[in-house]
């Protein structure tokens, strides 16, 4: 039902930008209030067009969210297909989100609870998360450090993060009951794409 509106409303649109662009058949002297009416009628189109993308975005939006869980202003959607932490990231950016980083003790046991019930109970997760920049430097994809951090520290001869240089991505680990582990970001792993919503 609601395609059927936003494909009339693209149609009136092509029609309205179609009767704009077409040339008079007489040539009459252009007076400044048909340029103001033109100016108006194309802002006008322009505000329409804008509208309807964020209509569609928001539909999107709303599928995730279906799908997936809302947590503190997100949608979240799990991806139990393991790929490499590359490949997880690039798949959520195709679908307009971030892989998932927990910003409080609260968001972790949220996601903990999701990545549980459906990926599985012991099963792990890519983080949005990683320190590829600077060893110990942990950002968030738009490079930003993070200020929370869960990583599992209850081994005292392999805290994590432990594995150098060679282990930059972070994992959320059910088994762990939510704790991190830095992890070789070219290992498979399923993972958690999040969206901020609108």
Known sequence: MECKGVCMLMLVLMLVNCSLQQTPPKKKPV????NAAIEELQRRIDDIVQDL?????EQALQR?????TKMNGKCVLADPVKKSYHTASEDCNALGGVLSAPTSAEENDLLTDYLRHS???DEQVWLGINDMVTENTWADQSGVSIQFKNWDTSNSRARQ???????NCAVLSGAAKGKWFDENCRDEKASVCQFNIV
């Open 31 to 34: 007076r400044k209030d048909n």
């Open 53 to 57: 993308n964020h209509l569609k975005e």
């Open 64 to 68: 995730v969210c279906l799908k997936g």
């Open 119 to 121: 990926v599985g109970r």
């Open 161 to 167: 993060p432990d594995g150098g240089q060679s282990q």
